[in-house]
């Protein structure tokens, strides 16, 4: 067993699979979280072990109190007590608010923010038994800035980055929320969200710079504030320029 043990919520496909990747690099045992498929998650579980560390597929829907209850229980009997969080799992659907759907905005909030709040309470226990932990709220840009159609989406990524500051800084626990801009090649922006960056100018994170810069972040030897903003270079083959 390792010092440090990490979840990554929503960590079968997309952002949380390249982080979880990126953990096991670092060290970390990663359990990967994971709602609809298994299959997804065993294969990143691999994948972690490719990396030379022990991965974990553990069932975890953060909507549900008793999955997430359940999934900290055997992570921490599996591979040892949790010291590491990536509150990444996230649900975004675009709509006009004059006409949008409450089911809608319950499961954004349910996901994104109740759903980080219950993982952070399950991690924390252990984190301070162990005087240590790191959280990361996986935000978005659109907390700060806004955007068309995602009133509730950027609602949601403000209460994270909220979160992060009240929790920042007790003793070596450290939670940071990262408001990140839109990704290139993995992820939740789809080709026609892809087009209409470009038309605005907001370039793209390649996926190998906003993890590197994510484990700069959460590097030991580093004080950052509780949120730091990374946006893509117009020019998405430089690296990913951070502000707070
Ligand atoms: N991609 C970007 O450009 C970008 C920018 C800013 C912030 N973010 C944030 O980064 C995070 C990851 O984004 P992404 O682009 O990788 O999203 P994505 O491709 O849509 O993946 C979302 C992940 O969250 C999981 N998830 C959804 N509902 C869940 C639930 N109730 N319980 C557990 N897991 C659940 C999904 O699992 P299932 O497939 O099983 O539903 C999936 O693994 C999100 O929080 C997002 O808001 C992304």
Not at 109 to 123: D, E, I, K, P
Request: net charge negative.
């Amino acid at each position: 067993m390792t010092r440090h043990v990490a979840v990554v919520t929503g960590g079968s496909r997309g952002l949380g699979r390249a982080c979880a990747v990126a953990l096991a690099e670092a060290g970390w045992t990663v359990a990967i979280g994971y709602r609809s498929s298994e299959t997804d998650a065993k294969e990143a579980a691999a994948a972690l072990e490719a990396a030379g560390m022990p991965g974990l597929a553990v069932y975890l829907d953060t909507t549900d109190d008793a999955s997430v209850q359940e999934a900290f229980r055997r992570v921490t009997d599996e591979v040892g007590s949790v010291t590491g969080l990536v509150n990444n799992a996230g649900f975004s659907q675009d709509g006009l608010l004059v006409k949008y759907s409450m089911d809608t905005y319950d499961r954004v909030m349910a996901t994104n923010v109740r759903g980080s709040f219950l993982c952070t309470q399950a991690a924390l226990r252990s984190m301070l038994r162990a005087k240590f932990g790191r959280i990361v709220n996986m935000s978005s840009a659109v907390a700060l800035h806004g955007n068309a159609g995602q009133t509730d989406y950027a609602a949601a990524n403000d209460v994270l980055d909220r979160l992060a500051l009240h929790l920042a800084e007790r003793g070596s626990m450290r939670a940071i929320s990262v408001a990140w801009g839109p990704w290139d090649s993995a992820g939740m922006v789809s080709p026609e969200l892809r087009r209409e960056y470009a038309r605005r100018g907001i370039g793209l994170i390649p996926l190998e710079a906003g993890v590197a810069s994510l484990m700069d972040e959460i590097d030991e030897s580093r004080a950052t504030a509780p949120r730091v903003v990374l946006m893509g270079a117009a020019d998405a083959r430089h690296a990913v320029p951070s502000s707070s």
